[in-house]
């Protein structure tokens, strides 16, 4: 099979998730039983149905994002930069649709809509509303992913140095410094915590920014620390 063969099935594959999730969840609805007497019934197939469609949801978002991926690195190693990946964005905004918790999009997507106002020729008015939309898009990411370590970073580096608003930064890095909080690599805690330290000594936090080094000094001590695997394509 040819990439081009590769990507048509790709996307058809994501459309008719798409087009499940929503047929899917009409028939559900159409077809649980009327309360009283079926309500046990009806709520035993909608928790069914619920995660049928979030299952199918999840495999339409990673269908999408594999189709994306190899563009990324393309863009991420060259010279063109984020800023010229606005075009990715429409995809990137229906994979986070489909899956809330897809946390590379939300990661990603701010980066482009704030990095594309630098480009020269974007007017200052579109700039700004450009930047604006980027961190509106960061914030939507951390809500719907509270516990994410490497979204609360991105947020608190957009939000301070995009945003002008040291205050949401400071807030967000003390989010991430929780023991609830979740991090898939011991190398995405270390870069995080780089951010989080940065805006404590920024804000007066001496003893947080303390702590924020103390365990990318615990990382840098431990030979079994994880790292996020590379790309061999």
């Known amino acids: ?13 994501a459309a008719l998730c798409i087009a499940l999730v929503l047929g ?15 309500a046990l019934t009806g709520q035993a197939m909608g928790r069914a149905g619920f995660a049928y469609l ?6 339409g978002a990673v269908l999408l994002w594999n189709r994306l991926e190899p563009q990324m690195h393309k863009y991420y190693g060259g010279d063109i930069g984020l800023g010229k990946m606005t075009f990715m964005l429409p995809n990137i905004k229906a994979i986070t649709m489909l899956d809330p918790q897809f946390v ?12 594309s106002a630098r480009v020269s020729s974007v007017p200052a008015q579109e700039a700004k509303r450009r930047i604006e939309a980027g961190l509106a ?5 951390i809500d719907n992913n509270p516990k994410s370590g490497i979204l609360l970073a991105s947020y608190a580096q957009l939000i301070w140095t995009r945003g002008d608003d040291l205050k949401a ?17 011991d190398d995405e805690e270390w870069e995080s915590m780089a ?29 079994n620390a994880t790292a996020r695997p590379q790309d061999t394509d």
């Open 1 to 13: 099979m040819t990439q081009r063969s590769r990507t048509g099935a790709a996307i058809a594959a």
């Open 24 to 38: 899917g969840q009409a028939l559900a609805d159409a077809a649980a039983p009327e309360a009283p007497n079926g």
């Open 195 to 223: 951010i989080f330290k940065a805006v404590f000594e920024k804000s007066g936090e001496t003893t947080l920014a303390a702590q924020a080094q103390a365990i990318r000094d615990a990382i840098d001590a431990n030979p």
């Open 169 to 185: 930064a400071l807030a967000a890095a003390k989010r991430g410094m929780a023991d609830d909080i979740v991090w898939r690599w």
């Open 137 to 141: 898009l960061a914030k939507e990411g």
């Open 54 to 59: 979030t299952g199918l949801r999840q495999f």
């Open 104 to 115: 590379e999009g939300y990661y990603v997507a701010p980066e482009i809509l704030i990095d």
